[in-house]
């Protein structure tokens, strides 16, 4: 009965064709097929399959020992150690998800360990196994879902503009305390919360974390290197005079020498921050160094301070500021994600040279990228997936409210992030010091087997998450 019915159905369709003249639609590739939908049956294609996803490339693998890591071999590091590693804040059991589901890839070496081909020609990648060994210089890709996290419906609270905060805003400012010890505290400071107050402002981190973060210490931790109010990430903080000294050496752009031992001089050249940034348009070369030189300029009759990149003039005054970039994925809806590493402290120096040097400015900066956000149109648009050149298209997930601060709002907020901080452990080599300089010295075991290495992995905000999630797009 039921086939008698659905042949009686092509019939009728077929009819139906006849008469209007209009032929069925011609397959792409496969033979046509006839699918039945509430009782009515269509010639058509068959369904495609599941289609890649954008990929994220990770940085190709070193050949030292990685920074706060128990195990101190450098060349028996796993592909799942590996992920586990740079991805810290994720979850391990999203991690092993995805080698699950073979979505784990790393680039073919050749004989001179290089993948890259000519320009146009997509990459020669394999996909690897958790237990799969990781080479010196390989480059592992993993689709950006890895990094999807859920949303917080709630906005990020600042507390008030008060020197005694409440013991509501105690708790929440020691909820961003990712580490303490007896000689730092390490926070992950949310963004439009300026670092370093003045008069009227009141509620900055630092006047604070005098108030809520002493803790057992009679004063409160200071600060020892600055984040932007806008931006958002790890904040560093000295506990001590003495450990603050040693964290004011050691950010100076200026060394004295090295001092110490060596174990001290060679956690010192380990030390290194790494931010994540969304970029309107994407910079020409996939990675590199930018080597342009800052000064300052004052405008608005010396009210208004900006930061410019410094012509070769020998009478303008200017600093060194050099900084390390990384794309990380490809371009959609006009926007890059790239990895920065700062190896000069200078003001604003990240955002500069995304603006100036690279042409590509942080999506929510409009000090230095106001001319481009009055161009660049947040509306959705076709990108191209550069090794297979399909095109992208991004998906908006339902119930997701994207107008706070993300990259689709009217008004997006800065999306700057300091996601990375390794530096010397600072409790462990003040106690090694004032260990050899008494006069009784004895080996403290327990201290010295604690790392040489600190490494910190802060989590983006809400707006940038939200932006994450949105720009994990699936091929159209």
Not at 51 to 75: D, E, I, T, V
Not at 147 to 176: C, M
Not at 305 to 317: C, F, Y
Not at 343 to 372: M, N
């Amino acid at each position: 009965m039921r086939k008698t019915f659905l042949n009686r159905q092509i019939l009728l369709a077929c009819r139906h064709y006849s008469r209007t003249r209009i032929r069925p639609p011609s397959p792409a590739y496969a033979k046509a097929i006839i699918r039945v939908s509430n009782n009515v049956a269509h010639l058509g294609c068959p369904k495609e399959g599941p289609k890649p996803q954008q990929l994220l490339s990770l940085p190709p693998f070193p050949g030292h020992p990685l920074p706060g890591r128990k195990s101190a071999s450098a060349y028996h590091v796993t592909a799942i150690s590996w992920l586990k590693y740079y991805f810290d804040d994720i979850p391990p059991p999203v991690i092993q998800s995805h080698f699950n589901k073979g979505l784990v890839q790393m680039e073919c070496l050749d004989s001179t360990n290089s993948s890259r081909s000519h320009k146009g020609q997509p990459l020669s990648m394999i996909k690897i196994k958790h237990n799969e060994v990781i080479e010196v210089g390989a480059r592992v890709y993993v689709p950006v879902s890895v990094a999807e996290s859920r949303i917080s419906k709630r906005f990020d609270v600042i507390p008030s503009g008060t020197l005694s905060p409440n013991a509501d805003e105690i708790e929440y400012l020691q909820r961003l305390v990712k580490y303490k010890d007896s000689a730092i505290l390490v926070l992950n400071k949310p963004p439009k919360l300026p670092v370093k107050g003045n008069m009227p402002v009141h509620n900055s981190m630092d006047a604070l974390a005098a108030a809520a973060l002493s803790y057992d210490y009679d004063e409160g931790p200071k600060l020892v290197h600055r984040l932007d109010r806008e931006s958002s990430g790890l904040l560093l903080m000295g506990r001590t005079e003495e450990s603050i000294s040693y964290l004011h050496w050691l950010f100076s752009d200026v060394k004295k020498g090295k001092s110490m031992s060596k174990a001290w001089n060679d956690a010192c050249e380990e030390t290194y921050q790494r931010y994540w940034a969304l970029v309107i348009g994407c910079p020409k070369e996939k990675e590199g160094l930018i080597c342009a030189p800052l000064t300052k300029v004052l405008l608005d009759n010396g009210k208004t301070e900006r930061v410019m990149l410094a012509n070769n003039s020998v009478l303008e005054a200017s600093q060194e500021a050099i900084t390390e970039y990384r794309v990380l994925g490809p371009m959609i809806n006009g926007c890059s994600w790239i990895e920065l590493r700062p190896h000069t402290s200078r003001k604003h120096q990240l955002r500069v040279h995304c603006a100036e040097a690279l042409g590509t400015p942080i999506v929510g900066d409009y000090r230095y990228g106001w001319f481009i956000h009055n161009r660049w149109k947040q509306m959705p648009r076709v990108d191209f997936e550069p090794t297979t050149g399909e095109p992208y298209k991004m998906r908006r997930p339902e119930g997701l409210d994207v107008q706070k601060g993300s990259v689709l709002s009217k008004v997006p907020l800065l999306h700057l992030h300091c996601r990375e901080l390794v530096l010397p452990n600072i409790a462990k080599f003040l106690l090694l010091h004032r260990n050899k300089n008494a006069v009784n010295y004895k080996p403290d075991l327990v201290n010295e087997s604690r790392p040489d290495l600190l490494r910190f992995v802060a989590a983006m905000p809400s707006h940038m998450k939200i932006s994450w999630n949105l720009m994990s797009s699936y091929l159209v």
